[in-house]
């Protein structure tokens, strides 16, 4: 879901410009009849609002700040946009799910026409319900189960390469990540396309958070013109599909046997826009979510030999690697790993917030929400609330031994829009974790510490990491075989 913090750099250069260019953006001066008043806060400079203090330290420092001085919903003026912060589990949950029909998906357009306007993420309604249980169905568990040998089969050549070698880590989780978005979309897919699909799809991303002109030889230019090439390829492998056999239960063939009401297909528009969605919700969110988990795992070396017992163990019981992992495995013999990832999503909360629109003025808690500001939860805050987390800024997985209270663990959202990859995500996560601790050790040789954006959340640089096979482990294995 790069889009979401691709939506503040692009907002953020957007003001900017208005400033240097003299535009007067004029406040539209609105006069509320009600007598609510609107929550406590600051709105900073004309046009710039507190644009500035956000993006002059942490953005998750200017909020927790925010949140310590005026509480729990609090106003300022963001990236050009009036902005009401919620960071109480209950106000997200107001805004993501019981009052979700007041709050409409807010995107600034040229990142809807990147990704495709026809894609889930962009409505509301019929349209949104139809799109979000083709998704949903062909992310389900009883779908993504099937592909577990697949997805070992994308993991296990790409950790092989990554021996004895510097790598950054990020990047190579991208890789992993693109190739399991593309399995869970087409099921098998002819290399040629593959490689036409992830040429092309790499230059959209890379000109995706650049500012929208129209120079040529711009990041953004390229990506406007390579999305079209992605159109292209799309629209060649929807009409191959629709004549021959498809995979029905993976996303390409549900999307392609929908009908509504009436009868009528969704067009190869509608298609490759969802299509491109899903790869762009699904590869850098899980990259960045692994290249934490390696982070947090060498910086607690005992935990990391923990988890390495949890997976020899079941290495052990699938006769030394000769078997492939299971589907059960992954749900029950992994528990020690799954509060790994948890407390990792908790931990790096790679998506900070979220955005929404108030479609009417509404009232929350006495105070005014009013029509047109932009809301954002603010999943971070809460995940960081020490009511809810205790000692929150210390990575401990024992914390998920028990449940998090209602709506105060938010890694995939809640309500219509709440992720429909989360098991896809955690299963990718735990195979290919699998097969690192269990054959594999790794030294960090870049930054140990930092954050850089991209635009989310990871360790800097990427996480510059030398891997090698470890001999300990291969004798461990060797002496059992
Ligand atoms: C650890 C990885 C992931 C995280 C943390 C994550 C997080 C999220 C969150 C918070 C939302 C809701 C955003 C909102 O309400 O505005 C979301 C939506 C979405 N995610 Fe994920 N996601 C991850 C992986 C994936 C994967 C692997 C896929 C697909 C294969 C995926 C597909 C989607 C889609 C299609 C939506 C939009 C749903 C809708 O609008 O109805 N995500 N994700």
Request: charge should be positive; hydrophobic fraction near 40%; charged fraction near 20%.
């Amino acid at each position: 879901m790069s889009f979401v913090m691709g939506w503040s750099l692009y907002c953020f250069a957007a003001a900017l410009s208005a400033l240097l260019f003299g535009f007067l953006v004029k406040n539209r001066g609105r006069t509320f009849k009600s007598t609510t008043k609107l929550p406590p806060g600051t709105m900073g400079w004309p046009f710039l609002g507190e644009t500035l203090q956000l993006y002059s330290h942490d953005p998750n420092i200017f909020f927790a700040a925010k949140q310590k001085r005026y509480g729990e919903i609090f106003k300022t003026h963001l990236l050009g946009c009036p902005c009401i912060m919620l960071a109480s589990p209950e106000a997200a949950r107001f805004v993501l799910m019981n009052q979700a029909h007041l709050f409409k998906p807010t995107y600034p357009k040229s990142k809807e026409l990147m990704i495709g306007p026809n894609a889930i993420f962009f409505h509301q309604g019929d349209y949104h319900a139809r799109l979000r249980k083709l998704v949903q169905g062909a992310l389900s568990p009883e779908v993504i189960r099937s592909i577990v040998p697949d997805i070992e089969a994308i993991a296990l050549p790409l950790l092989d390469s990554w021996d004895g070698r510097v790598i950054n880590t990020f990047l190579e989780m991208k890789k992993y990540t693109f190739d399991v978005g593309i399995l869970s979309i087409f099921g098998s897919l002819d290399l040629h396309y593959k490689e036409e699909l992830k040429k092309n799809y790499c230059v959209v991303d890379q000109g995706y958070n650049s500012f929208p002109n129209k120079i040529p030889g711009t990041l953004y230019r390229n990506a406007v013109q390579a999305r079209k090439e992605l159109s292209k390829i799309l629209g060649t492998i929807i009409s191959e599909r629709r004549e021959k056999a498809m995979e029905k239960k993976k996303l390409l063939g549900s999307l392609l046997l929908s009908r509504d009401g009436n009868g009528e297909p969704l067009s190869d528009e509608q298609i490759s826009d969802n299509i491109i969605g899903v790869l762009f919700a699904a590869q850098d969110t899980t990259a960045s979510v692994l290249t934490w988990v390696l982070k947090y795992l060498v910086d607690n070396p005992k935990l990391l030999e923990a988890v390495r017992a949890e997976h020899v163990a079941i290495q052990e019981a699938n006769e030394n690697a000769r078997n492939s992992v299971t589907w059960a495995q992954t749900r029950n013999a992994m528990p020690l790993t799954s509060k790994v990832i948890s407390e990792t999503l908790r931990m790096a909360s790679i998506l900070s917030f979220t955005f929404r629109e108030a479609i009417a003025d509404v009232e929350y808690k006495g105070y005014l929400i009013p029509k047109g500001w932009k809301v954002m939860p603010l999943f971070r805050n809460i995940h960081h609330n020490p009511d809810f987390f205790p000692d929150p800024h210390r990575f401990d997985p024992s914390r998920f031994q028990v449940p998090p209270k209602l709506n105060t663990f938010l890694p995939f959202g809640t309500g219509a829009h709440a992720c429909p990859g989360n098991e896809l995500a955690k299963l990718e996560m735990l195979i290919l974790l699998h097969h690192l601790v269990t054959n594999f050790g790794w030294e960090v040789v870049g930054p140990r510490h930092g954050i850089q954006y991209c635009p989310f959340p990871i360790p800097k640089d990427g996480l510059l990491a030398r891997f090698h096979k470890d001999p300990a482990i291969q004798d461990h294995k060797n002496s059992n075989q």
